[in-house]
């Protein structure tokens, strides 16, 4: 049985590349769409990450938008071919923390408002107004029943409360410190394909 175990453990190396390669098929869209809709807004993201009042008050607003929308929009369609996958990791790691620290950690863990979780119920983190989720739910719901067509607005799925916590940045945060430390894999990859054109060079 162990052996049995073994032998197919050791095969595993036949696709090794492919969780690599989701990872980036995952994340290049996600990156190339947040970074899309910064390029698409550039003035009103600068006046986002600049302004104090309701705004982000980072300093020097401009640079850092154009860091950002760049990283991601341009990081993202790297990641897609897996070229320069460790060195794009960077900025998109960097972005990442920059967003979870000054965008969502006053809202906790959540993305998605739901008071039944532990990760917002006081046994991790107590947040209020996920707390109150329930009944900006139902009071929305009765109104959209009663005012508006409800039935078609939930007919692709059921309506949520957004919290906007950490969960997105964080997952993402993770899936692209692998990336860094493993590379983009070797299957579907430009990386690949120079390290191997190199290793023929010199053989």
Do not use: C
């Not at 996600?30 to 008050?57: C, H, T």
Request: overall charge neutral; charged content about 10%; cysteine-free.
């Amino acid at each position: 049985m162990f052996q049995l175990y073994h032998q197919s453990v050791a095969r595993l190396y036949l696709v090794d590349g492919l969780p690599l390669l989701l990872l980036r098929l995952y994340l290049a869209p996600v990156m190339i769409q947040a970074g899309w809709n910064k390029a698409s807004s550039f003035e009103n993201i600068v006046d986002w990450f600049g302004n104090e009042d309701y705004g982000l008050g980072l300093p020097a607003p401009l640079v850092l938008a154009f860091l950002a929308t760049a990283a991601e929009l341009v990081g993202g369609i790297f990641l897609l071919f897996g070229a320069l996958t460790r060195l794009v990791s960077i900025p998109l790691l960097i972005t990442m923390i920059v967003a979870m620290f000054s965008v969502h950690a006053k809202n906790g863990w959540l993305a998605i408002a739901d008071a039944s979780s532990w990760l917002a119920d006081g046994t991790i983190f107590y947040n209020q107004s996920v707390m109150e989720a329930p009944q900006k739910l139902n009071a929305a719901k009765s109104l959209l029943q009663e005012y508006g067509h409800y039935d078609w607005l939930t007919s692709s799925g059921n309506l949520v409360i957004l919290n906007n916590g950490v969960e997105f940045a964080a997952t993402y945060f993770v899936m692209l410190l692998v990336l860094l430390v493993y590379g983009g894999g070797r299957f579907v990859s430009v990386d690949y394909l120079i390290s191997k054109w190199r290793s023929s060079q010199k053989s």
